[in-house]
């Protein structure tokens, strides 16, 4: 049983650049979420995915986007990056968006210069 | 909205000592709670988790943990700790029904946890 997968596990962009990162769920689950971890803090949630809409946000603004596709899968764009945006972001599955207990991935290791 | 105060960056303890890591919470609304464990240059595995019923949860590899609901608190412990238990723990929570948190998890800060032979 295969579990959360993510890719690309390192990227290294440039300021401005724009970045795609993608999230398979483990199988069986329908939601995804996405936190972005800084080096040295706890994991910051930035949106949550179900049926293919965006369910939940957190306070990240509107460069960080994202999608869910029918086969559950998701990605996380972000756009004109700025050298905060270094960090490791982890997507997470559950099943339902409300009451599943959340399974991670091993996260993408994103460095922007 | 949730908030979460691990109270120790950092608790370096000798093999085959017990262990405490504490971990507090504020909420307006009942919650979930969680442990989960993060090994250098890796994604976070769970550890344990309360989401109903007995107040102390176990994990598979002989961590516990208790719910105390007065205290705010869901402290994760360990009688005796091993080489392999050298990691990151995180505790999280989760609003456990409606409001604008519900769905999402609010991690604290981490504690490192350091085992020495």
């Known amino acids: 049983d295969a579990g959360v997968t993510q890719s690309p596990t390192h990227l290294i962009k440039t300021r401005g650049q724009q970045v795609t990162l993608r999230c398979s769920p483990k199988?069986?689950?329908?939601?995804v979420s996405w936190y972005q971890q800084a080096l040295g803090q706890g994991p910051q949630f930035i949106f949550q995915y179900y049926e293919e809409e965006e369910r939940q946000r957190g306070n990240f603004p509107d460069r960080f986007s994202g999608h869910q596709f029918p086969n559950y899968s998701s990605e996380l764009n972000v756009n004109a990056l700025l050298l905060g945006d270094s960090a490791l972001y982890l997507c997470a599955s559950s099943l339902g968006f409300y009451r599943g207990t959340q399974y991670f991935g091993p996260g993408t290791r994103l460095l922007v210069l | 909205a949730q908030s979460v105060t691990q109270l120790d960056s950092q608790v370096p303890v000798f093999e085959e000592a017990p262990v405490e890591l504490r971990c507090n919470y504020s909420s307006s609304v009942s919650v979930y709670l969680f442990w989960y464990v993060q090994y250098p240059n890796q994604g976070l595995q769970l550890l344990l988790k309360?989401?109903?019923?007995?107040?102390l949860v176990e994990s598979i590899n002989g961590f516990e943990a208790e719910f105390n609901k007065s205290q705010t608190s869901f402290h994760l412990r360990k009688p005796s700790v091993h080489i392999s238990d050298t990691a990151e723990y995180f505790c999280?929570?989760?609003?456990?029904?409606?409001?604008?948190?519900?769905?999402?998890?609010?991690f604290g800060q981490g504690t490192i946890l350091t085992v020495h032979p």
């Open positions: 309360y989401l109903s019923g007995s107040t």
């Open positions: 199988s069986g689950h329908d939601t």
């Open positions: 999280a929570v989760s609003a456990s029904a409606g409001g604008t948190s519900y769905g999402k998890l609010t």
